[in-house]
């Protein structure tokens, strides 16, 4: 169901999707269509859920269900009518939920997991299956989530009352554009010869106060358009020639150099000061450094992907090893990476920024191309064609390339199996001991893994679900709760927020609350979103959300 976003006048499903298209663009749109959700479980939350990702435009999704409506259901879940009542959970909210965007095809399955996980085997394997993502939402007993296949990016997510959480689990995880404040790199301290022949051109004679038509000085006009960074590059030349060849590096030095340039402002000019010597000063602390490269980025190109190349290495490893070579080679980058291109507003004649702004481009692009040419070479090694990975797709890595990132999500196993591993007891017990332990959300999460327990152990039956059964229940889960963290060495405890959680859960009986179970349709669906366009941070990989106090937690789970 992908599309290509048109070029020139705007159609009506550019003009229809143009809000998340100034967000994730065309090129996320398109990954956006070509996804497959499975739900598993159409409660209110799972709704929820579908909701947010129809609206902008998945390709497809499939509710799995194997329930029939109740009046229960009525008065939690929106995706469902009056009309619905006795008839297949799965088919009422995948039509229902289908209305919201003809755009996006819907289906279902009446069935539930564990059957399917038998008697459709095909629908779980990577190679077979024709879902792109899995969002379960509880109650699933734990043998069954360990047999999800790692390939397959999985949102595993609890709505119990005013209680919510989301666990990703998914292979590592790419991203290029990261959307960062700023994708600006001016090196200033790194210009190459364009820039710097601009730079003395433009500045050769900014001392010299015009005072008649041609007499060869500048004028107050002029003086007062020259760019910012033209300015900084000229009075850093003029600081490395009277400081033995090095630029301004401490704080104290470089409040010494935001004087040198404030005393040659002028300032007998309308409004007693120039703009873009204000802004020269204003930049110093941010810009007047050497060029790094991100720590986020080293451990990209340090990636063992990143060396080993196959014929089947996904696009992102091959231009991240052409942009290490490009940094790596003293022909190339001499230890910089890609200029990115940009430059930001700033008090300038047009003609004069526009010219700045070309001096920027002109290098990004022969940066880019020098990437290319790796990549060519690397695709030719690989005997894969030369021109399979596009010059578009190249350039925006060369953008982005100092704010690369790359998740390493952990599988379930390694968090639910009967015995976690040393990670996963690392990271409870650090937030058990953290200085906000008393309050940290930890507790919730602790609350949640005995009630996964007890799904387990009862066979899908949600503690408290009975008035009957609730101080029994409460027993049971302070019981699970406990020796889970036995499992996990942590030996005091659970504490009076751990007990008071224990309470909350057992008191909901398995219920969800529609407000809660709204949020966190949103939660999920950002998160689901930010997997699926591979742009922005997605959280690693715990979110928890406790409603009665408003507050949320993340942990590395």
């Excluded at 190349?309 to 070579?325: G, H, S």
């Excluded at 039956?461 to 019981?479: C, I, K």
């Amino acid at each position: 169901m992908a599309s290509s976003i048109p070029s020139g006048a705007p159609g009506s499903r550019e003009k229809k999707y143009d809000r998340q298209l100034r967000l994730w663009g065309a090129n996320g749109q398109n990954k956006l269509e070509t996804a497959h959700i499975a739900l598993f479980n159409a409660s209110a939350t799972g709704c929820e859920i579908l909701k947010n990702l129809i609206l902008p435009c998945i390709g497809q999704f499939t509710v799995i269900d194997d329930k029939l409506v109740e009046e229960a259901d009525l008065g939690v879940n929106f995706f469902l009518d009056e009309d619905s009542l006795g008839k297949p959970r799965a088919e009422r909210a995948a039509a229902l939920l289908g209305e919201l965007n003809p755009d996006v095809m819907g289906n279902y399955i009446i069935d539930n997991f564990s059957n399917l996980l038998s008697t459709k085997p095909e629908l779980f394997e990577p190679l077979t299956t024709p879902f792109t993502h899995f969002v379960l939402v509880s109650p699933f007993p734990t043998p069954l989530l360990l047999l999800l296949p790692p390939e397959i990016p999985t949102f595993l997510v609890y709505s119990l009352g005013f209680t919510t959480s989301l666990r990703v689990s998914a292979p590592i995880h790419t991203i290029v554009e990261t959307h960062p404040d700023s994708l600006t790199d001016l090196r200033l301290l790194n210009p190459w010869s364009e820039l710097s022949s601009m730079a003395t051109e433009r500045t050769t004679n900014l001392e010299i106060q015009q005072k008649v038509d041609g007499d060869g000085g500048m004028s107050d006009h002029e003086h007062g358009h020259v760019p910012y960074l033209i300015l900084l590059l000229k009075y850093l030349e003029d600081w490395k020639q009277s400081h033995g060849g090095n630029y301004p590096a401490t704080y104290k030095e470089k409040g010494e150099f935001k004087v040198l340039i404030q005393d040659n402002m002028r300032t007998n000019v309308p409004g007693g000061s120039e703009e873009n010597y204000e802004e020269a000063i204003a930049a110093v602390l941010k810009n007047v450094r050497e060029a790094e490269v991100s720590s986020e980025t080293k451990e990209v190109l340090n990636d063992t992907k990143c060396a080993n190349l196959t014929l089947e290495t996904d696009n992102f490893w091959i231009i991240a090893r052409a942009v290490k070579d490009f940094l790596e080679n003293p022909e190339q980058g001499n230890g910089l990476l890609p200029l990115s291109g940009g430059i930001p507003d700033m008090k300038a004649e047009s003609n004069g920024y526009v010219d700045l702004q070309n001096v920027y481009k002109y290098k990004a692009r022969y940066d880019a191309s020098l990437v290319e040419k790796n990549v060519r070479t690397i695709l030719s090694s690989l005997n894969r064609d030369p021109s399979s990975i596009p010059l578009d797709e190249i350039e925006l890595f060369c953008r982005h390339s100092n704010f690369l990132r790359r998740i390493l999500y952990r599988p379930l196993p390694a968090e639910f199996s009967t015995l976690p591993d040393e990670h996963h007891k690392k990271a409870v017990c650090a937030a058990l001991s953290s200085w906000d332990a008393d309050t940290s959300l930890i507790h919730d999460y602790i609350a949640l893994r005995a009630y996964q327990s007890f799904v387990t152990e009862t066979d899908g039956r949600a503690p408290g679900d009975t008035d009957e059964t609730l101080e029994v229940d409460t027993a049971e889960m302070t019981r699970l709760a406990e020796l889970y963290l036995k499992e996990v060495g942590w030996s005091t405890g659970l504490g009076e927020r751990g007990k008071n959680m224990i309470r909350e859960v057992v008191r909901t009986g398995g219920g969800e609350l529609h407000n809660i179970a709204s949020l966190a349709g949103g939660i999920v669906a950002q998160e689901v979103i930010k997997i699926i366009t591979q742009q922005y941070v997605p959280v690693n990989n715990t979110i928890v959300f406790d409603g009665i106090s408003s507050r949320t937690g993340t942990y590395e789970l």
